[in-house]
């Protein structure tokens, strides 16, 4: 019987959120222990909610994907498999039945087709892709397609083959090219193509369509951002909500509204919002993503040790990269002039509601080269060598690897 109550507390808890229905299913309960276990059970289910959201939800977004880029087409007549993974999409390892992962590894599934792209998106294998596919006289047919969080902001660990394997939520993924796959579409001219075939793969610039410039930054990652009140690269929000919707808006094309009075800026999609009740899930997921611990033998220990006295003492590297979260973001801003890869004008920060730079965090900062938000940096001795450059730092060569060193042990 006790093992039946708590099951039924669970379900209560999970299906309606109300404490005081899980304490009364069972007869009551005088356990302190109870309101805290509710609290938790909640957020576990809003935690959970958020990562369907993140991987899975569109946000109404088939409507600018699909009717406005006609990227269904493109799908269905020119990416095949070897296209998809070559402009950077991945593949959900774990979404795969086990006929069709023997089937890619025996080469008997063709990875030539575009008809092989529309049997992953039925099978919703496509991270951060979600198709809509009917079975017309026989054949799939792909008629509907958006985006999710998942496109930029999460990648796989290659378990299965490169592009292939189980997802990592949160890790930028620094091999896709949204330039070059927007730049399919036959919706956009021959002018844009050029200018969205020049980012590169892992930059996009979410600032493009709203004042027409071109100036892309490194897709950032999602993880460890528990703590951080300015998340962005310029910090324009107090919180996460403030650029999941304006992505969810301005970026994918998801039905909703942003406004940001500092830019002028009001964009309205649709008339229904199909992103403002998803932010507190889909926040909850992201702030659960911990940074990514290095792997055993990936740097130099003794070396990092005495790069961490350079990052204390001579790099001067903590008085803006400082405390835990190896930031100083929550309590100011940094003028364009304090940015090491920007010392030209304008700035990319001159096209924010801030017109300033946050601190980036450093934890887990060994994952996602280049660095910098322009990625002119590409490795992390690079970084030092920048910033003893541009500040006169002088520090030795052997200085120099030891920082990096500690900065990969973050």
Known sequence: MRGACRYRRLLAVLATGAAVTAITACGGSSDDSAPANNDAAR??????????????????????????????????????????????????????????ADGIANGTVDLNSPATTVALLKLNAVVGVQG????????????????????CHSTVDNSFAPGIGKRLDGWPNRDLNPGAIIALSPAVDAATKV????????KFDPRNNVDGLSKPVVIPPA??????????????????????????????????????????????HGTEDLVTSKLPALQAYQLSLKAPAPSAGSFDAV?????????????????????????????????????MAEPESPSYAS????????????????????YFHDGSAATLEDVAQTYNTRQGLGLTAEQIADLAEYLKSL
């Open 43 to 100: 957020q576990a289910a809003l935690v959970e909610q958020g990562k369907q959201i993140f991987r899975f939800d569109t946000f109404g977004d088939e409507a600018h994907w699909t009717d406005t880029l006609k990227m269904h087409e493109v799908i269905s007549t020119m990416v095949d498999p070897v296209t998809a993974l070559s402009v950077g999409l991945k593949v959900d390892v774990e979404a795969l039945p086990a006929a069709v």
């Open 132 to 151: 809509t596919v009917q079975t017309v006289n026989g054949v799939d047919k792909l008629v509907r397609v958006g985006i999710t969080c998942a496109l």
């Open 195 to 202: 200018v969205l075939n020049a980012w590169g793969a892992g």
């Open 223 to 268: 993880y460890g951002l528990d703590g951080i009140h300015r998340i962005t690269v310029t910090g324009d929000g107090e919180e996460i909500a403030y650029w999941n919707r304006y992505v969810a808006v301005v970026e994918m094309g998801g039905l909703g509204t942003f406004t940001e009075p500092r830019l002028n800026l009001s964009i309205t």
């Open 303 to 339: 070396a990092a040790q005495r790069g961490r006295l350079v990052f204390e003492g001579a790099g001067r590297c903590a008085t803006c990269h400082s405390g835990t979260l190896f930031t100083d973001a929550n309590a100011r801003l940094h003028p364009p002039s304090d940015s």
């Open 351 to 370: 096209r924010s509601a801030s017109k300033q730079y946050r601190t980036s965090p450093l934890r887990g900062v060994w994952q996602h080269p280049p």
